[in-house]
């Protein structure tokens, strides 16, 4: 596919790295990754975002909803950002996940979707065209041995959904995240998204940002102490993206980009 971005989020706690894809599959070279988070803070050096956590075994469900922002483009130079939804990635080893990508490669824009189960290879969606504006819908859920990822444009329609039985998952936690990917064990520049929206008072998509945890069904922030704000910072602890508060009605927040790196 040239020089399309595939991505791959697989989201270890550790780095791990993003794809260029040379046809239809899948080989990484760009991933995002888990989230670096510097100890005893709530701040990552590649993730912005809401966590639920749980027990281990205890996440079945993450759901999830987004206004695909567009993003500006530098004069020369490549920047990146993803923003998915997914279980697992915050403190194990695996990831299931789906979302979508966008890159800047020489001035120019491209979005598109993508799946992973880490750490098998991650696919770009290609029956899926995503826009700037697009409301995107996506879930991860585990229900009799494996694992489901839906995601859906919502603005055009147009979904897809594929599972797998990743029989190492820990399913202690659920993430909506948007992150600066890897590659080559280093964090790629930011793309310039301005503010990403997430959840019912953006998207008017209904029962997402929901989690479900040890059986129970709910909103982000009914989660308590469970729930986690990240704050996406540089090695010196400058803010390159972060998350508003939650809104009302529990699901709904934003992420504010301040800086490519």
Known sequence: MGTRVAVLVSCLFLISAFAVLPAAAIAPSFLASGPIVKAGTTSSLNWAGYVVTGAAGSVTDAAGSWVQPGVTCPSSGNTYAAFWVGIDGYSDSTVEQTGTLAECQSGTATYFAWYEFYPRPSFEIKTISVHAGDVISANVQYANGKFVVTITDVTTGKTFS????????????????????????????????????????????????????????????????????????????????????????????????????
């Open 162 to 261: 594929t599972s797998a039985k990743i029989n190492s998952a820990q399913r202690s936690s659920a993430e909506w995240i948007a992150e600066a990917p890897s590659s080559g064990g280093s964090i790629l520049p930011l793309a310039d998204f301005g503010t990403s929206s997430y959840g019912l008072d953006y998207t008017g998509v209904a029962s997402t940002n929901y989690a479900t945890v040890g059986g129970t069904t709910g909103a982000i922030g009914s989660f308590g102490t469970s729930v986690v704000a990240i704050t996406m910072v540089d090695s010196a602890g400058g803010v390159k993206a972060s998350p508003s508060s939650l809104t009302s009605d529990g699901t709904s927040f934003t992420v504010t980009w301040y800086s490519s790196t």
